[in-house]
């Protein structure tokens, strides 16, 4: 008696083991499927963002949002260390699969050639699509910032583990993709040689503005805010405490059309007012309410793209909009005539100084506003416009960039030199640079000097 009830006790423990293992087995494929899930819809989330999704991204305080540019700064490493991790759980589900379906389904009484095969493929194939192609890319694609803020933990993750691996093969697929440029494979051209199609598929009798506005157009979508605006120093504002015959003595003395109006400083900005609410009312006393007059000031951030608020002031119909930076204070403003400016060209009204921010000695010798930007020289003096990205730093103006190479506050007559170009200090004014002379040396100067 007592040998039988051991034989019915390892009987017992023998048939649970294969259903324990299944078990065991369909829960590791359950959590498969969802790492599959994770990293397929993240490879759509993090790679359909565009430019100013990014840009407006880097604007936000919130940790899941900065991890989703923080991963972006190599896309390639992330982009492969998703294809590895994504490869090797999908091989272990296929794996997994054909254990389970050999355990559940029982194929020796069907005598049907290739059945057994034909079942797993479709029950696999249908598995893997359905939860690791189709459904993670539709969500995926409805709201990509969301689900790349979701799974984004999980991508983090997958980066770190597989980030030895997948730089090996960023490394060699580098390799690959330089010989293949060298054939001129490819179908992505730079901002460079888009402005040089332009110069060689116009014809000779167009005028030099209208390739300017062609290239403008082109240039257009990849324009943020802080890059054209007036900046903080070039903004003249009015007090809200000022009498009223302070405020028109203001008007006159500017001849702008709308002024900022501020409570202590240009942090505190309560409002605009513009000039033309205040002509009915110029016989009034000295004492009269012009505060009723100021209008809500409509506020915009430094990242923003100039794309976007010229849809906003078309549908606000305004032309004004002050600009802030991530901590809040006033940076500067920036105008409906800034955003046009980057398509036609510069334009002059009757109270627009002639004098250009740029003036051309000879052919290596030009006198520099410190405020004009580096865009702006780069273009007039016939240079890439990215020529000076690897030195300016955070700096969008001339004197920025003299400020990056000279490492400290220089001087008057301070000279700092980068490659074939000589900076010199002219002007100092309050401690702002107002006039650097640009030299153009004929042969590379590769140091930078200080004199």
Known sequence: MEYHSSNILLLTT????????????????????????SIAGSEVAFFSLSFKDIQN?????????????????????????????NSFINICIILIANILINDLFVFDQINIPGFEFIVKVVAVTLLLLFFGEILPKVMATQNNIRFAQDFGGIIQVVYFIFSWPSSIMVKYTNVIESKLAKKNFGATYSMEELDHAIDL??????QENEKKILKGIVKFGNISVKQIMKTRLDVYGVEEA????????HIKEYNYSRFPVFKEDLDSIVGMI?????????????NYKWELLIRPAFFVHEQKMIED??????????????????FGGTSGIITLEDILEEIVGDIKDEFDEEESMIKKIDEFHY????????NDLCNYIETSTNYFDSVKGESDTVA??????????????????????????????????QKIQLIINPQPVITTENV
């Open 400 to 433: 920025g960039l003299f400020l990056e190479l000279a490492g400290e506050f220089p001087m008057v007559q301070q000279v700092v030199k980068y490659k074939q170009f000589s900076f010199t200090v002219m002007e100092i004014q309050k401690n702002r640079i």
């Open 14 to 37: 023998n048939s649970f083991a294969p259903i324990q293992q299944d078990a065991f087995l369909i829960l590791l494929m359950c959590l498969l499927l969802f790492f599959s899930f």
């Open 57 to 85: 991204l880097k604007t936000k305080q919130n940790k899941t949002l900065k991890r989703i540019v923080n991963l972006l700064e190599d896309p390639k490493k992330l982009l492969t260390s998703m294809l590895i991790a």
């Open 309 to 326: 608020l010229l849809k906003d002031f078309q549908s606000k119909r305004i032309h004004f909009a002050i600009v802030v930076d991530e």
């Open 274 to 286: 513009h000039t033309k609410d205040v002509l009915p009312h110029i016989d009034e006393p000295a």
């Open 201 to 206: 598929t116009t014809s000779p009798n167009q």
């Open 367 to 374: 006198i520099v506003e410190g405020k004009t930007t580096i």
């Open 242 to 249: 000022i009498e009223f015959n302070e405020l028109l003595d």
